[in-house]
């Protein structure tokens, strides 16, 4: 490539080279408020939340005043280097049509498209930007702190887009309106320890784990809906750690990951799981956490707007999607409908991550039809 980068490239090289591995301060907060101030945005940044899961940083811009109100939304941390780069993972390269770096695709690149983006002209409404620095760890702090500092600036957007990179096998064929919802959960069956040549003075909590498991493995907990699979549930640890032939064990453990679709929330799910297990055990401990709840947004007036966008620049439909992880959107989602559209995800936590010039450049292109769209 010959002569200055496009816009879009040149503002994700800025933000890769703005080292923040998660949880995200400082610098790469100082390089986008510096591309954001310039354009006409109030920039509102706070830190909040101790350690280990903080402190963290955030980044709330706002441009314009009434409705409509349209929202971008990512974060600026991104996952660890580690190991197998061909060049620094924060030194962004452009060899061939690639632009490399650590957060190319998760998300700096978004964010860049973003920024790109907002350099348009607007003349209605309110454009902002809701930008974390905890996506990537523990997401404490993060968005969820954001949507509480929007809350009380009064502050609703209409509309909220995540940046997230969604596309799989080319630029704008999967967007996604749903998420699945996750829950963990820890069993501890206690028993009484003893000989086993005497049981009757001992206790083994190993037959009424297995029991319990054995009913929750064959637990059917939906059929899917129109846009999501079935709930499922997937035993992922299962620990006695007895060394001793001879010895009845004193407990056993087991633990659980259910991914959900909306027929759920994460709290009913662990009672659900807590009442099985404690019909074969009832001194049993079951400790469920709540890392997500399902969300979606009923394709209609967004996933619209965000279809024709990507339809009028690359000629394609995207696919409406809810597969996946978890991601910011399951928080945005209490706020106002939100979809999630970004780069190729092929790269993303890998070496040598990843875009492709032209895709930055259309899905600047893009976003910028989508804000278009939105404050019309
Ligand atoms: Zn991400």
Redesign the pocket.
């Known amino acids: 490539m010959s002569g200055e980068p496009p816009l879009p490239v040149r503002l994700t090289q800025a933000l890769i080279a703005a080292e923040s591995v998660t949880p995200a301060r400082g610098a790469v907060f100082d390089v986008l408020e510096a591309m954001l101030t310039p354009l006409g945005f109030a920039v509102d940044r706070f830190v909040t939340g101790e350690a280990p899961e903080g402190p963290v940083e955030n980044l709330l811009a706002v441009r314009g005043t009434g409705g409509p109100h349209f929202a971008f939304a990512g ?1 600026v941390d991104v996952v660890p280097a580690g190991t197998g780069w061909s060049a620094g993972a924060f030194e962004p390269v452009v060899r061939g049509d690639l632009l490399h770096g650590r957060g190319a695709v ?2 700096k690149g978004a964010i860049g498209a973003f920024v790109a983006a907002a350099s348009a002209p607007q003349d209605r409404g309110t454009l902002s930007l809701i930008i974390t620095g905890d ?2 760890g523990p997401a404490i702090h993060g968005t969820r702190a954001l949507i509480d500092r929007m809350r009380v600036r009064g502050l609703q957007p209409n509309m909220c887009l995540v940046g ?2 969604t596309s799989t096998h080319r630029l704008g064929d999967t967007i996604k309106v749903g998420r699945r919802g996750s829950v963990n959960i820890w069993i501890d069956v206690p028993g009484q320890a003893g000989h086993v040549a005497y049981p009757h003075l001992a206790d083994n909590p190993i037959p009424r784990l297995v029991a319990a498991l054995a009913e929750i493995d064959a637990l059917v907990l939906d059929t899917g809906t129109d846009w999501f699979q079935p709930s499922n549930i997937e035993i992922t640890d299962l620990a006695v750690g007895n060394p001793a032939t001879n010895v009845i064990p004193p407990l056993a453990s087991a633990r659980l990951s259910i991914r959900f679709n909306d027929q759920h929330r994460g709290a009913e799910l662990g009672e659900r799981i807590a009442a099985i297990v404690r019909a074969h055990a009832p001194n049993a401990v079951v400790r469920p956490v709540v890392s997500g709840e399902a969300f979606l947004t009923e394709p209609g007036p967004l996933s619209t707007l965000v279809s024709d966008a990507i339809e009028a620049r690359l000629g394609l439909r995207p696919e409406l999607s809810t597969s996946g992880g978890t ?1 910011d959107a399951r928080f945005l989602s209490a706020l106002c409908p939100v979809v999630e559209f970004g780069l190729l995800n092929a790269t993303m936590h890998k070496a040598d991550e990843a875009v492709a010039i032209p895709d930055l450049v259309a899905l600047a292109d893009i976003y910028r039809d989508i804000v278009a769209r939105a404050l019309a």
Do not use: G, K
């Open positions: 974060h998760d998300m996506e990537e997230e990179p991601s």
